[in-house]
């Protein structure tokens, strides 16, 4: 089984105008979207056929059902899902005309804020994948700290998809500073690269400080990983008319995970892992975002969907 812990919102997602005149020009109209970096990831785990867990903080409101249910229809087990009666967050998504996403937050006082460090997770538990808003909201981002250090000292494998949302992080350079306190606990980190641009360094430097290895995503240039070997190995993104980018990312850890999964012994050593199996997790993680983009909002695919 593989955990996914981290936030579960819902995204606004802007579909044309809103009837009706404004004067200073029409609004458009908002889509809920089942959303969130950890929760779309999990989403799709679950679509690819992996086992997997989501471990958040979820409201008890009409939202937070629907999230949930969304989970279910997915095969994620939801056990590890605390509750609360605080509202959801929101994610007020703006496309611009490439298809990529900005994104507003309305998240004070939601629930997955409060998100506290639950006990020791199912003995099945292989590896743990965390990131985005969850570790950069306190309180709760103190507890998904301590679950990624307390998982990596025990053996699991841990892969953080930071995936910055500037707006979110008010001193980013302690912010910058808690992010490489994490690259000891990490096996693989995969991060955009508008990410790395803004975090500041490289993947020689973060390797050197844990990984086994640095995944970077290039938008429609494809992604690469850097492994501590000294190799950097790299694969195109496939060509399809891009409807947005929301879930691309969540998609790509998805699908590293799932076939990593698949390989004997990846998990328990990615530094071994060598260039064909690379090559081969990174161009079906290529092919699954792609699909992902070609949908309206987080809708990563269906294994069946990428066996054909």
């Known amino acids: 089984m593989i955990v996914v812990a981290g936030e579960a919102l819902i995204d606004l997602v802007p579909a044309g105008k809103a009837p009706g005149g404004d004067p200073a020009g029409d609004l458009p109209a908002l889509l809920p979207r089942r959303g969130g970096g950890p929760y779309n990831t999990a989403v799709a785990l679950g679509r690819l056929g992996t086992p997997a867990a989501f471990c958040s903080r979820v409201s008890t409101d009409g939202f937070g059902e629907a999230l949930l249910a969304g989970l279910r229809a997915a095969g994620v087990d939801t056990s590890l899902v605390q509750r609360g009666p605080e509202p959801t967050t929101l994610a007020v998504a703006d496309i611009g005309a ?113 990984p086994a290895a640095v995944v970077v995503t290039h938008g429609g240039e494809g992604l690469a990983v850097h492994t501590r070997s000294g190799g950097r190995i790299a694969v195109p993104a ?24 698949a390989l004997q012994g990846a998990l328990d050593g990615p530094a071994r892992l060598d260039g064909p199996a690379w090559r081969d997790a990174l161009s079906f993680a290529a092919r699954a975002a792609a699909l992902t983009c070609t949908r309206a909002g987080a809708e990563p695919p269906y294994g069946a969907e990428l066996s054909s």
């Open 98 to 210: 490439d298809g990529s996403a900005g994104y507003g937050f309305y998240a004070q006082g939601t629930a997955d804020r409060l998100f506290e460090l639950p006990g020791p997770l199912p003995g099945t538990a292989r590896a743990l994948c965390l990131g985005t808003c969850s570790l950069v909201l306190e309180p709760g981002a103190s507890a998904y700290e301590a679950l990624l250090r307390r998982e990596a000292e025990r053996g699991v494998f841990t892969l953080l998809d930071p995936n910055v949302r500037p707006g979110l992080i008010p001193d980013a350079d302690a912010y910058r500073a808690r992010f490489r306190s994490w690259l000891p606990y990490v096996s693989v980190l995969k991060l955009s690269a508008e990410d790395a641009r803004w975090l500041g360094g490289s993947p020689g430097e973060w390797l050197a400080a844990g």
């Open 238 to 261: 496939p060509r399809v008319e891009v409807t947005d980018t929301i879930g691309a990312g969540d998609t790509v850890n998805a699908a590293l995970l799932h076939r990593l999964a």
